[in-house]
Protein backbone atom coordinates (compact mmCIF):
# COMPACT_ATOMS: atom_id res chain seq x y z
CA UNK A 1 0.00 0.00 0.00
CA UNK A 2 0.87 3.36 -0.61
CA UNK A 3 2.02 5.60 2.12
CA UNK A 4 3.50 8.68 3.64
CA UNK A 5 4.97 9.03 7.53
CA UNK A 6 5.94 12.10 8.67
CA UNK A 7 7.05 10.81 12.18
CA UNK A 8 7.01 13.88 14.40
CA UNK A 9 3.81 15.38 15.32
CA UNK A 10 5.76 18.65 16.58
CA UNK A 11 9.70 19.98 15.65
CA UNK A 12 11.06 22.96 18.21
CA UNK A 13 13.80 24.94 17.08
CA UNK A 14 15.52 27.48 17.99
CA UNK A 15 15.92 31.06 15.96
CA UNK A 16 19.23 30.46 13.61
CA UNK A 17 19.48 26.90 14.29
CA UNK A 18 19.22 24.54 11.35
CA UNK A 19 15.53 22.62 10.97
CA UNK A 20 14.87 19.30 9.56
CA UNK A 21 11.35 18.12 8.88
CA UNK A 22 11.41 14.07 8.18
CA UNK A 23 9.56 12.81 5.83
CA UNK A 24 9.62 8.53 4.42
CA UNK A 25 7.31 7.03 1.72
CA UNK A 26 6.28 3.93 0.53
CA UNK A 27 5.03 3.62 -3.24
CA UNK A 28 5.36 1.43 -6.06
CA UNK A 29 7.13 2.82 -8.95
CA UNK A 30 8.86 6.17 -8.94
CA UNK A 31 7.31 8.74 -6.87
CA UNK A 32 7.09 12.31 -7.28
CA UNK A 33 7.96 14.35 -4.18
CA UNK A 34 6.24 17.73 -2.85
CA UNK A 35 6.25 19.77 0.14
CA UNK A 36 3.52 21.72 1.42
CA UNK A 37 3.51 24.50 4.04
CA UNK A 38 0.21 25.77 5.69
CA UNK A 39 -0.34 29.15 8.21
CA UNK A 40 -3.11 29.14 10.33
CA UNK A 41 -6.62 29.89 8.19
CA UNK A 42 -4.74 29.63 5.20
CA UNK A 43 -4.71 26.49 2.17
CA UNK A 44 -1.88 24.64 1.70
CA UNK A 45 1.54 26.41 -0.24
CA UNK A 46 3.82 24.66 -2.93
CA UNK A 47 7.43 24.83 -1.53
CA UNK A 48 9.33 22.49 -3.58
CA UNK A 49 9.28 19.06 -5.65
CA UNK A 50 11.43 16.38 -6.81
CA UNK A 51 10.61 14.61 -9.87
CA UNK A 52 13.95 13.31 -11.01
CA UNK A 53 17.64 14.85 -11.80
CA UNK A 54 19.91 16.06 -8.78
CA UNK A 55 18.80 14.75 -5.16
CA UNK A 56 18.87 18.35 -3.68
CA UNK A 57 16.12 20.25 -4.45
CA UNK A 58 15.84 24.21 -3.68
CA UNK A 59 12.85 25.79 -3.21
CA UNK A 60 10.47 28.81 -1.88
CA UNK A 61 12.23 30.66 1.20
CA UNK A 62 15.07 29.24 1.71
CA UNK A 63 14.30 25.54 2.10
CA UNK A 64 15.81 22.67 0.24
CA UNK A 65 14.96 18.75 0.89
CA UNK A 66 17.17 15.84 -0.20
CA UNK A 67 15.91 12.84 -1.91
CA UNK A 68 17.27 9.90 -0.54
CA UNK A 69 15.75 6.85 -3.17
CA UNK A 70 17.60 4.32 -0.32
CA UNK A 71 16.14 4.83 2.25
CA UNK A 72 12.77 6.42 0.92
CA UNK A 73 12.98 9.89 2.77
CA UNK A 74 12.43 13.01 1.62
CA UNK A 75 13.33 15.61 4.36
CA UNK A 76 12.86 19.21 4.51
CA UNK A 77 15.41 21.41 5.90
CA UNK A 78 16.94 25.13 6.19
CA UNK A 79 20.28 25.94 7.13
CA UNK A 80 18.71 28.73 9.44
CA UNK A 81 15.57 28.81 10.91
CA UNK A 82 13.33 32.36 11.13
CA UNK A 83 10.41 32.67 13.67
CA UNK A 84 8.53 33.36 10.60
CA UNK A 85 9.09 29.34 9.42
CA UNK A 86 6.43 28.71 12.31
CA UNK A 87 3.81 26.30 10.77
CA UNK A 88 2.48 23.14 9.47
CA UNK A 89 4.35 21.21 6.80
CA UNK A 90 3.03 18.34 4.82
CA UNK A 91 4.58 16.21 2.69
CA UNK A 92 3.30 14.53 0.03
CA UNK A 93 3.78 11.73 -2.73
CA UNK A 94 2.51 10.72 -6.07
CA UNK A 95 3.24 7.66 -8.47
CA UNK A 96 1.84 6.42 -11.47
CA UNK A 97 0.06 3.15 -9.21
CA UNK A 98 -1.41 6.10 -7.11
CA UNK A 99 -2.97 9.00 -6.81
CA UNK A 100 -1.22 11.60 -4.72
CA UNK A 101 -1.05 11.32 -0.70
CA UNK A 102 -0.33 13.90 2.12
CA UNK A 103 1.52 13.24 5.39
CA UNK A 104 -0.45 13.84 8.44
CA UNK A 105 1.52 17.04 9.31
CA UNK A 106 4.09 18.02 11.29
CA UNK A 107 3.94 21.34 12.90
CA UNK A 108 7.25 23.42 13.16
CA UNK A 109 7.99 25.69 16.06
CA UNK A 110 10.95 28.62 15.80
CA UNK A 111 11.48 30.48 18.77
CA UNK A 112 13.13 33.39 19.05
CA UNK B 1 -4.55 35.89 -11.43
CA UNK B 2 -6.16 35.74 -7.76
CA UNK B 3 -5.59 32.56 -7.10
CA UNK B 4 -7.98 29.90 -6.57
CA UNK B 5 -11.46 31.15 -5.01
CA UNK B 6 -13.65 29.57 -2.28
CA UNK B 7 -16.80 30.90 -1.28
CA UNK B 8 -18.12 31.18 1.37
CA UNK B 9 -15.21 31.24 3.58
CA UNK B 10 -17.35 30.24 6.84
CA UNK B 11 -20.13 28.47 6.54
CA UNK B 12 -22.81 27.03 9.55
CA UNK B 13 -25.46 25.19 9.18
CA UNK B 14 -28.28 22.90 10.50
CA UNK B 15 -27.64 19.11 10.40
CA UNK B 16 -30.05 17.71 7.58
CA UNK B 17 -29.59 21.14 5.30
CA UNK B 18 -28.07 21.44 2.17
CA UNK B 19 -24.47 23.10 1.73
CA UNK B 20 -22.89 24.30 -1.36
CA UNK B 21 -19.37 24.73 -1.73
CA UNK B 22 -18.47 26.95 -4.54
CA UNK B 23 -14.73 26.66 -6.61
CA UNK B 24 -13.15 29.01 -8.85
CA UNK B 25 -9.33 27.70 -10.11
CA UNK B 26 -6.59 29.01 -11.60
CA UNK B 27 -7.28 30.33 -15.37
CA UNK B 28 -5.32 27.72 -17.62
CA UNK B 29 -5.52 24.91 -14.78
CA UNK B 30 -6.83 21.84 -15.86
CA UNK B 31 -6.59 19.88 -12.95
CA UNK B 32 -9.20 20.24 -9.78
CA UNK B 33 -9.28 18.64 -6.32
CA UNK B 34 -11.67 18.96 -3.61
CA UNK B 35 -9.83 18.15 0.05
CA UNK B 36 -11.10 17.77 3.63
CA UNK B 37 -9.00 18.19 6.44
CA UNK B 38 -9.61 17.37 10.27
CA UNK B 39 -7.63 17.36 13.29
CA UNK B 40 -8.66 13.32 13.21
CA UNK B 41 -8.04 12.60 9.56
CA UNK B 42 -5.80 15.21 8.43
CA UNK B 43 -6.19 16.01 4.62
CA UNK B 44 -8.08 13.57 2.50
CA UNK B 45 -8.74 13.79 -1.24
CA UNK B 46 -12.11 13.91 -2.04
CA UNK B 47 -12.07 14.23 -6.26
CA UNK B 48 -10.10 14.95 -8.96
CA UNK B 49 -11.46 16.48 -11.89
CA UNK B 50 -9.01 16.68 -14.97
CA UNK B 51 -10.68 18.79 -18.17
CA UNK B 52 -13.87 18.91 -16.22
CA UNK B 53 -14.16 15.21 -15.98
CA UNK B 54 -14.15 13.41 -12.72
CA UNK B 55 -11.27 11.24 -12.63
CA UNK B 56 -11.18 9.85 -9.52
CA UNK B 57 -13.83 10.10 -6.55
CA UNK B 58 -12.93 7.19 -4.71
CA UNK B 59 -12.37 9.63 -1.60
CA UNK B 60 -16.12 10.92 -1.26
CA UNK B 61 -17.43 9.77 1.58
CA UNK B 62 -21.10 8.58 0.56
CA UNK B 63 -23.70 9.66 -1.31
CA UNK B 64 -24.26 12.24 0.17
CA UNK B 65 -21.60 14.26 -1.18
CA UNK B 66 -21.68 14.99 -4.48
CA UNK B 67 -19.39 17.43 -7.25
CA UNK B 68 -19.42 19.00 -10.29
CA UNK B 69 -17.52 20.87 -12.65
CA UNK B 70 -20.03 22.09 -15.46
CA UNK B 71 -17.29 24.29 -17.04
CA UNK B 72 -12.95 24.63 -16.68
CA UNK B 73 -13.92 27.65 -14.17
CA UNK B 74 -16.30 26.59 -11.76
CA UNK B 75 -17.07 23.90 -9.29
CA UNK B 76 -18.91 22.59 -6.44
CA UNK B 77 -19.31 20.29 -3.54
CA UNK B 78 -22.40 19.13 -2.52
CA UNK B 79 -22.92 17.83 0.82
CA UNK B 80 -27.19 16.69 1.31
CA UNK B 81 -28.21 16.35 3.95
CA UNK B 82 -25.24 17.67 6.33
CA UNK B 83 -24.52 15.93 9.42
CA UNK B 84 -22.43 17.08 12.03
CA UNK B 85 -19.84 14.77 11.26
CA UNK B 86 -19.27 16.51 8.19
CA UNK B 87 -17.80 19.73 9.98
CA UNK B 88 -14.43 20.11 8.75
CA UNK B 89 -12.29 22.56 6.09
CA UNK B 90 -13.00 22.49 3.07
CA UNK B 91 -10.44 22.84 0.58
CA UNK B 92 -10.35 23.39 -3.20
CA UNK B 93 -7.06 22.89 -5.43
CA UNK B 94 -5.97 23.45 -8.68
CA UNK B 95 -2.79 22.50 -10.73
CA UNK B 96 -1.72 23.06 -14.06
CA UNK B 97 -1.21 19.27 -15.34
CA UNK B 98 -2.73 16.23 -12.64
CA UNK B 99 -1.25 14.78 -9.77
CA UNK B 100 2.50 15.75 -10.90
CA UNK B 101 2.72 19.21 -10.75
CA UNK B 102 2.09 21.67 -7.89
CA UNK B 103 -1.41 22.30 -6.43
CA UNK B 104 -2.55 25.90 -5.23
CA UNK B 105 -4.89 25.87 -2.46
CA UNK B 106 -7.80 28.30 -2.11
CA UNK B 107 -7.99 29.63 1.71
CA UNK B 108 -10.99 26.89 2.25
CA UNK B 109 -14.39 26.90 3.37
CA UNK B 110 -14.79 26.48 7.34
CA UNK B 111 -18.33 24.19 7.72
CA UNK B 112 -19.58 23.90 11.03
CA UNK B 113 -22.80 21.32 11.04
CA UNK B 114 -24.87 21.86 14.44
Known amino acids: AQSVAQPEDQVNVAEGNPLTVKCTYS??????LFWYVQYPNRGLQFLLKYITGDNLVKGSYGFEAEFNKSQTSFHLKKPSALVSDSALYFCAVYSSASKIIFGSGTRLSIRP | DAGVIQSPRHEVTEMGQEVTLRCKPISGHNSLFWYRQTMMRGLELLIY????????DSGMPEDRFSAKMPNASFSTLKIQPSEPRDSAVYFC????????????FGQGTRLTVV
Open chain 1, 27 to 32: VSGNPY
Open chain 2, 49 to 56: FNNNVPID
Open chain 2, 93 to 104: ASSFRGWNTEAF
